[in-house]
């Protein structure tokens, strides 16, 4: 089973930027797809991006196409979440999340992954 440890987050005015790590350990890296939620305060947890173990495909919400990117070392065995352009509705508690057995059509559930990080506070100020 793999451990995942978010870092990064923290407080940057609007159009800033910032970089979230995922560390994983305990399991093999590269047999784990990896993807990164956001939870606001009081709302649901909404998905922000994946990354296909098999080819390096990356899959992004509309809402962050074009400003985030989601990358991974899998020798260093972690993964990354740049974040260009900041707006304050990014705000929001952001979680790495693993799964060694994705359903491509429903990436964005977060009901397919099995392992989570305890996520990482990122605020944005106007």
């Known amino acids: 089973q793999v451990q995942l440890a978010e870092s990064g987050g923290g407080l940057v005015q609007a159009g800033g930027s910032l970089r979230l790590s995922c560390a994983a350990s305990g399991g093999t890296f590269s047999n784990y797809d990896v993807a990164w939620f956001r939870q606001a305060p009081g709302k649901e947890r909404e998905f922000v991006a994946h990354f296909r173990r098999n080819g390096g495909y990356t899959y992004y919400a509309d809402s962050v196409k074009g400003r985030f990117t989601i990358s991974r070392d899998n020798t260093k065995t972690t993964a990354y979440l740049q974040m260009n352009g900041l707006k304050p509705e990014d705000t929001a508690v952001y979680y790495c999340?693993?799964?060694?057995?994705?359903?491509?059509?429903?990436?964005?559930?977060?009901?397919?992954?099995?392992?989570w990080g305890q996520g990482t506070q990122v605020t944005v100020s106007s």
């Open positions: 999340a693993a799964s060694r057995t994705i359903i491509m059509s429903s990436i964005g559930n977060q009901h397919q992954y099995n392992y």
